[in-house]
């Protein structure tokens, strides 16, 4: 089964695939209405079920969007309309949803409840975000990246803030697409150690650099993400807060990196904390390229999982 479970998971090759051929489906339907259908239908026939445990504006509408344009169909599922809401088993929830659809893309909150339904499905899954990934986010971010500047491999990526799901998917990219990742954060919220020695046996620089203005120096792409996840409880915010406010993406920060350099996140972001509307929609932003991206980079995804 070709499931898309994370970044690391996927053999480089495949992945650069899946990136090209998200820019060529993107080129070809430049300029057409959104509703309109791409000309080749690979998804026509196939039925995907898109199950949300957490609320989501873009991974919701980029999938259900992109299954169309490409001639499927989708129904969007709540954890709680399922019975998996209500105490069904994950590896019966998989066995009956294998029976009636094609593909199950899944946002959920452990990464456990991915990986047993995966285990037990008998079609593709897709991983649409857990506590401890989001490769999706970052398949869109590598693509948009390379639209912009060209090859990321052997690029400078500084991640700022929140060590999260989203900073470990670019963690997993790094290894697999060959470019340097720094992580500037307080200490208490590094990303897990596991990922940062997996991309560094893979033969890139991974660096922990505390002071931010220093870990910017050379930057070709600048990250950051929300201080307070989804997974993560309110009662933390004021503590995260406190403990991120040195790390905020704005103009002065961006003034150590490359003149050229691109600044992203993933969206939703909380304007003036983890970044300012300054740099938000400054000259060095792509957010907004991100966030389409993500339908054209997930259309490249689906047709890899179902080898269409
Ligand atoms: N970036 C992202 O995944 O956004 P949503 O939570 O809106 O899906
Ligand atoms: N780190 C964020 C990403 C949202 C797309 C979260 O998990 O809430």
């Known amino acids: 089964m070709t499931h898309f479970l994370d970044i690391n998971k996927t053999a480089p ?3 650069r695939q899946m990136i090209d051929t998200a820019r060529a489906m993107k080129d070809a339907r430049a300029g057409r209405p959104k509703g309109m259908a791409d000309d080749a239908q690979p998804l026509a026939g196939h039925m995907v079920a ?3 445990e957490k609320p989501s504006t ?3 509408v980029s999938f259900d969007v992109g299954v169309r344009q490409m001639g499927g169909q989708t129904m969007v599922l709540s954890g709680t309309d399922l019975q998996l809401g209500h105490g069904e088993t994950i590896a019966d ?13 899944i946002r959920t909150f452990e990464e456990d409840v991915l990986l047993e339904l995966a285990d037990h499905a008998t079609v593709p899954v897709i ?5 401890r990934s989001h490769p999706c986010q970052i398949m869109a971010d590598v ?18 803030g929140d060590g999260n799901n989203v900073c470990a998917s670019f963690l997993h990219a790094a ?4 470019f340097d990742m720094t992580f500037t954060g307080p200490e208490t919220l590094d990303p897990e150690r596991v990922f940062i020695e997996e991309a560094r046996a893979k033969g890139v620089n991974v660096e922990i650099i505390r002071d931010p203005a220093r870990a910017v120096e050379g930057a070709d792409l600048v990250v950051t993400d929300t201080w307070v996840s989804m997974h993560d409880s309110q009662s933390t915010k004021e503590r995260r807060h406190n403990q991120l406010r040195g790390y905020q993406v704005n103009e002065e920060l961006m003034r150590h990196a490359q003149d050229d350099a691109l600044f992203m996140h993933c969206l939703p ?3 003036e904390e983890e970044a300012t509307s300054a740099v938000m929609d400054g000259p060095h932003s792509v957010i907004f390229d991100e966030a389409e991206n993500r339908l054209h980079a997930q259309k490249a995804v689906l047709r890899w999982c179902l080898g269409v």
């Not at 991983?127 to 506590?131: A, P």
């Not at 290894?175 to 060959?178: A, L």
């Open 269 to 271: 972001a909380h304007r």
């Open 13 to 15: 090759s495949d992945l």
């Open 127 to 131: 991983n649409g975000l857990t506590n």
């Open 50 to 52: 898109l199950i949300f």
């Open 93 to 105: 929830t998989a066995k009956v949803l294998s029976r009636y659809v094609d593909l199950i893309m």
């Open 175 to 178: 290894g697999q697409f060959g």
């Open 143 to 160: 693509m948009t990246y390379e639209e912009h500047r060209g090859p990321i491999k052997g690029k400078k990526v500084v991640w700022t």
């Open 58 to 60: 873009r991974t919701r």
